[in-house]
C-alpha cells in the first residue's frame, strides 16, 4: 500500500475533530464547523509527517492525553488558519486612506513634522496589506515634507509574519500594484530568481512585524494608532468574539482614527463608539 493511499484512509474522528475544534476556537477565535474537517485534515498531515507521527489520531493523542498542546499550539495555528491576501486588496479603501482620512488628519493636525501617522495592519498575513499601506503613505509623505509613518504589522501566524519581514514575492503577485509605484518601491530580488521580486528597504523599514493573536487580551500595543486596517479576519469569528476584538480594537484607536473592515463584515449591534464614513470604514466618536 502507497504513502498516498495511506494518506487517504487517514482520517479525524468525530471526537478528535470536536476536540480539535473547541481548542482552535478557544484560542484563536476561529470557527471550525465540520464543513471544514477535511481542510483540517489536508493541513495537519503535513504537520504530521513534519512531526514524525504516523497518524492523524496519534497527533491528536499526543496533543490531548500526552501534554503535547503547550509545545504544538503556534504550529498548530500555523498550519490550519487562512492567508488569503493581495496588494491593494479592495482599493478603494486605500483611495479612501490618500483623498479622505490624512487629508482630514493632517488638516486638524493629528499628524505633521512632529507627529508621525501611526498604522496598524491587525491581520497582515505575508505583507501585501502592510507593503501597500506604506506605498499609500510614502507617496502621502512626497507630498507633505517631514510627514513620515510607522506601521505595525501582527498575524497570529508565525509562518506569514516572517515571510513578510523577508517582503519577498512572486513577479505576478505585485500586478495590482501601479507601475509608477513599482518602479518607486519593488525591485528584483537578489537571488537571481526571475520571477521574484522585493519591496525596498524604505518600505521595509517603516514596517514592525510581530506575532499577536486577537483573543489575548490586553493587546501590548500603543493606544493611540491613527489608522486601523482589520479586514477579512472576523468572518472568522463568531458574534461574541467579534464583539470581543472590535472593543479592543477600539482602545487602540484616538478619537478620530479611522477603522477600516473587510466588506463581508458589519458592526450592527455592537454598540462600539464609531460612525460609518464609507462602506465598511469608521471614524472613532
Given amino acids: 500500500m502507497t504513502a498516498k493511499t495511506l494518506e487517504t484512509l487517514d482520517h479525524l474522528s468525530a471526537r478528535d475533530f470536536q476536540r480539535l475544534a473547541e481548542f482552535i476556537h478557544g484560542y484563536s477565535g476561529i470557527k471550525m464547523p465540520t464543513s471544514k474537517k477535511s481542510m483540517v485534515e489536508g493541513r495537519l498531515r503535513r504537520r504530521v509527517r513534519a512531526l514524525g507521527i504516523t497518524s492523524l489520531t496519534d497527533y491528536c493523542r499526543y496533543l490531548f492525553e500526552q501534554d503535547g498542546l503547550d509545545r504544538e499550539a503556534v ?52 505583507g501585501a496589506e502592510p507593503y501597500t499601506l506604506a506605498m499609500v503613505a510614502s507617496e502621502i509623505a512626497r507630498a507633505h515634507a517631514g510627514l513620515r509613518a510607522t506601521i505595525l504589522a501582527t498575524d497570529i501566524n508565525t509562518e506569514v509574519v516572517e515571510a513578510a519581514t523577508l517582503g519577498i514575492y512572486p513577479e505576478a503577485m505585485i500586478a495590482p500594484v501601479p507601475q509608477d509605484l513599482r518602479k518607486r518601491y519593488v525591485m528584483r530580488a537578489k537571488s537571481g530568481a526571475l520571477d521574484r521580486v522585493r519591496m525596498v528597504p524604505e518600505l ?62 458589519t458592526l450592527t449591534g455592537f454598540g462600539l463608539p464609531l460612525r460609518p464614513v464609507a462602506t465598511t470604514i469608521f471614524q472613532r466618536a
Wanted: aromatic share 10%; glycine share 4%.
Fill in 75 to 126: 504550529s498548530l495555528i500555523d498550519a490550519v488558519s487562512t492567508n488569503k491576501t493581495d496588494f491593494f486588496r479592495e482599493p478603494e479603501h486605500f483611495r479612501f486612506m490618500a483623498e479622505q482620512a490624512v487629508p482630514e488628519l493632517l488638516r486638524k493636525r493629528e499628524i505633521g513634522p512632529k507627529a508621525p501617522l501611526k498604522i496598524w495592519s491587525a491581520a497582515c498575513s505575508i
Fill in 204 to 265: 521595509r523599514s517603516m514596517i514592525a512585524f510581530g506575532r499577536l493573536n486577537l483573543m489575548e487580551q490586553p493587546y501590548p500595543l500603543d493606544q493611540d494608532m491613527h489608522i486601523i486596517f482589520c479586514r477579512n479576519i472576523l468572518i472568522y469569528f463568531d458574534k461574541a468574539t467579534q464583539k470581543k476584538v472590535l472593543e479592543q480594537l477600539c482602545t487602540h484607536l484616538r478619537p478620530g482614527g479611522f477603522l477600516f473592515m473587510g466588506h463581508s463584515e
